[in-house]
Each structure stands twice: as structure tokens, then as C-alpha cells.
């Protein structure tokens, strides 16, 4: 194997493991749901995204959601809470990934964070009304809720957080490129 392709499968690794301790430190958000909690996970993984490419970026976000899955469990005995961070966290990370990797700049890193944000709170809505609230109901033998039961917790509830927090990641994530530039730039021009 190349010296790159092993640099980059120990960074994966080590970003994975990061994500996968940030994915614990949840916390739920003063007037949301308590069972929807904020974490910082997809900050590794928009780091892996970025520099490394989309696909290092979902391999972070599925080695976490393994690794929960794995250690924590569901109390669904079916991975569904895992399935649906995994597919956040794709939603969120790839619009960001795409569009800084055309041009390195914290212009196109906001515009995709931005991007990334609406994407994955228009999704998940939709996933959620379509897929998964569906599937915890099923998977926990509970009566399936009605329509407007899942749109009311969908829009007062289930979007709201995703837009809490990928606003939240996405300030965050700023502060920190700003402080890790060169270092994420240096990062970029060794893989090239």
C-alpha cells in the first residue's frame, strides 16, 4: 500500500473513533423532544470529507454509527436511531465536501455547510414522516402513529433540531477551520 492510502486509513480511523466520543456527549435541546439530542460528531467527519474527499466523510459517519450501535445498542434492538444519524450526517457532510473541494475557500465551506443544513432538515423530515418514525413504531410493537401525529412532531420537533444543530456544527466547524487552515490546506496539498 501506498504511504497516503495508510495516512489516510489511520486518519479515518482515528476521526472515527473522535466522532464516535463526540456521538456520546449528546444532549438534548430546552424545548425540543428529549429523545432528539445535539452532538458534535459530524465535525470529524466534515474534517475526513474535506480533506480526504466524500467518501472518507461517510466512512467516518458509518464507522461511528457501528461503533454505537455496537457498544450502546438500541432499545429498538434494530439500529434505526444509528441508520438515521448515518444518513443525517451523509445529508449534511457530502453538500459541503462537493463544494469545497471545487474551491478552497471559506466562502464555498460556508455556502456547502449552509446547503448541507437545509438538505439534511428537508430529508429528514421527509425520511422521518416516510421511513423512519414508521420504523420505531413497528420495531417497538407500538400503534403506529397517524398522519398529523407525525407531521406536528416532524415540524415542531424533528425540524427545528436539524436546523438547531446544523447551525450549531456549522459555527462551530467555522471557528475551527478558521484556527486549522493551514494545517487543513497542507492536509489537501499532500493528497493531491
Partial sequence: MQKGK?????????LSTIAYVLMMLDFPFPGLPPFLKIDFSE????????????AAGVMVEAIKNVLHYGIVGSFTGVPVGQI??????ILFILPV?????????????SAGLILGTVLMTFMMGLLNYLIILPAYTWFLGADPMSSQM?????????????LIKGTIITLLFVALYNRMQPWVMKQIAQQA
Avoid: C, E
Wanted: net charge positive.
Fill in 150 to 162: 407525525m407531521l406536528d412532531l416532524i415540524l415542531k420537533g424533528i425540524t427545528p433540531f436539524n
Fill in 97 to 109: 465536501s462537493y463544494l469545497f473541494r471545487k474551491k478552497n475557500s471559506v466562502k464555498r465551506l
Fill in 84 to 89: 438515521a444519524n448515518f444518513v443525517a450526517g
Fill in 6 to 14: 495508510i495516512k489516510q486509513m489511520v486518519a479515518v480511523s482515528m
Fill in 43 to 54: 465535525v470529524p467527519a466534515l474534517l475526513a470529507a474535506i480533506i480526504f474527499g466524500p
